[in-house]
Structure formats: C-alpha cells, structure tokens
C-alpha cells in the first residue's frame, strides 16, 4: 500500500524558505502526478502544484513565484520550497499523489497525514 | 479560477436519514468532479471521483451524480462514522480548486 510522508520545520520566520519532504513508499513513483496541498481556516483546502516523475512541473499562479516543487526519485521523495514565507503561509501541508494531472483520473487518490507550518 | 460552492454549510441529519450535499462550479466543468471526506486531525479521503465514480474501498452508501455545473454527494443511509467534513473539487482546470466543505453530523 502507498504511503506519503511529509517532513520539515513546523515553525519558520516570516521572509525566510518554508522547506517540506514527501517520503514515498510502498509503491511506484513513475507515471503519476505529485502535489503539494495546504489546508487553513482562512483559504480552505489549496492546490500549490505538482511535480510529474519526470521533473516537469506546474504551479498554481497564486504561488508561482515563490514556489519550487522538486522530484528525487533515487530517493523516493519529492520537495517543497516557499520562499519569503509570511503569516499567510501557515497552514497544514499535504502531500498527495494522482494518476494524472487535470481532467479525467486527475483526483488525489493518496495523501500523506499533513504537516503543520506555523510562519512567525 | 473555477469558483466551487457547497450547499449546506453544516447539516445535522439521524442515523439512518438519505443525506444529500451539492456542490456547484462556476462554470461547465463536465464530469470532471471529485468527493472527499475529511474527520478531524485527518487527511482528506478520496470518496467519488469522475463525478459518480466509487472509489476502490469506500462504502457504497457514498454515490455522485451530476454534470456541468452541479453535482451532488448522497449518503443514502447516515452512519456515526459518516460524521466528517465533505470537499467537493474540480479538476477540469489549474489551478484545482476546492469548494469549502460541508459538515455532517448526526442528531
């Protein structure tokens, strides 16, 4: 059975990086989409962006550019990065898997347990 | 960005009760529609996809139907461990986005 992992501080300074892994276990990593997700009373559930096994990527255009999401899979993990984090980045981060990227068998059939970041 | 709306906010229903939440997209998003559960302290769980799809392990109390703008979650006999936050989300386009949940609860 897949099993997601995350990772990090789950406190950091407004301005600096907010830093997350994903572990992966339990099953392949080719040919599937991996997210970042973050969940907060204010902004609800919120997609970040994926990387695809290959390294290609996307990210929603609200965080484009602070966001980085990088894939390892000789190590079976992918990362997270948010740069010049501020209160409005805290939150619960997720990571999630999906068969494909957007429209049919786009759905987030895997989640890790979430990880609480708190920026102050 | 495609707006998701749930209706209710919060419902209370007895065990046993046909409960029904609806989601609606702010614009034509086809069939390509998702359900979650969330419980307290949990990640959210994968329920329904493709707008009426079970997803492999999950009760068959749990149907979707719907297409194009509105949809609908049915939990056709409430159970005490149905109690949980219910996300419906798009993934018609990026960013995918999620409405803002529905809690159940039980009388």
């Known amino acids: 059975q897949l099993q997601l992992q995350e990772s990090g501080p789950g406190l950091v300074k407004p301005s600096e990086t907010l830093s997350l892994t994903c572990n992966i276990s339990?099953?392949?990593?080719?040919?599937?989409?991996w997210h970042w997700l973050r969940q907060s009373p204010g902004r609800g559930l919120e997609w970040i962006g994926f990387?695809?096994?290959?390294?290609?990527?996307d990210y929603n255009p609200s965080l484009r550019r602070r966001v980085t999401i990088s894939m390892d899979p000789s190590e079976s993990r992918f990362s997270l990065k948010l740069r010049d984090a501020t209160a409005a980045d805290t939150a619960i981060y997720y990571c999630?898997?999906?068969?494909?990227?957007?429209?049919?068998?786009?759905?987030?059939?895997?989640w890790g347990q979430g990880a609480p970041v708190t920026v102050s | 960005d495609i707006q998701m709306a749930q209706s209710p906010s919060s419902l209370s229903a007895f065990a046993g009760d046909r409960v029904t939440v609806t989601c609606r997209a702010s614009?034509?998003?086809?069939?390509?529609l998702n359900w979650y559960q969330q419980k307290p302290g949990k990640a959210p769980k994968l329920l329904i996809y493709?707008?009426?799809s079970l997803q492999r392990g999950v009760s068959s109390r749990f149907g979707g139907s719907g297409s194009g703008t509105e949809f609908t979650l049915t939990i056709s006999s409430l159970q005490p461990e149905d109690c949980a936050t219910y996300y419906c989300?798009?993934?018609?386009?990026?960013?995918?986005?999620f409405g803002q949940g529905t809690k159940v609860e039980i009388k």
């Open positions: 989300q798009q993934s018609y386009s990026a960013p995918q986005t």
């Open positions: 614009q034509n998003i086809n069939n390509y």
């Open positions: 999630a898997r999906s068969p494909r990227a957007i429209q049919a068998a786009a759905q987030f059939d895997f």
């Open positions: 990387v695809y096994y290959n390294g290609n990527v």
């Open positions: 493709g707008a009426t």
């Open positions: 339990g099953g392949a990593i080719s040919t599937f989409y």
